[in-house]
């Protein structure tokens, strides 16, 4: 059974910083590319940013995060980082980790080539 399982969420004051965390287990890590993904009330599911296989992937990420959020992952670990930094009110949401088995970058912002999804954890910032 394959599970993803997103922590590190939590309340924060504008300007702070986060660091989520998404375990996997029961799949084979490192052939999945890794995304992050968040969903505001009211709004649609937004792409974040995306690393392919590699530990030392590439990486993609949406233009409202750029340059404040860091992707990585640990195939020994099995887990997907995303480093937060000068977070903004707007980036509350919940946020979800998902796999995308063998993805390829022209379809990493895309929600239906995922297949597996957790949960989610919520982050909120304060103005």
């Known amino acids: 059974q394959v599970q993803l399982v997103e922590s590190g969420g939590g309340l924060v004051q504008a300007g702070g910083s986060l660091r989520l965390s998404c375990a996997a287990s029961?799949?084979?890590?490192?052939?999945?590319?890794m995304g992050w993904f968040r969903q505001a009330p009211g709004k649609e599911r937004e792409f974040v940013a995306a690393?392919?296989?590699?530990?030392?992937?590439?990486?993609y990420y949406a233009d409202s995060v750029k340059g404040r959020f860091t992707i990585s992952r640990d195939n020994a670990k099995n887990t997907v980082y995303l480093q937060m930094n000068s977070l903004k009110p707007e980036d509350t949401a919940v946020y979800y980790c998902?796999?995308?088995?063998?993805?390829?970058?022209?379809?990493?912002?895309?929600?239906?080539?995922?297949?597996?999804w957790g949960q989610g954890t919520q982050v909120t910032v304060s103005s």
């Open positions: 029961g799949l084979a890590f490192s052939v999945y590319a």
């Open positions: 998902a796999a995308d088995y063998l993805g390829s970058p022209g379809r990493w912002a895309a929600t239906h080539t995922y297949d597996y």
């Open positions: 690393i392919s296989r590699a530990s030392d992937g590439s990486t």
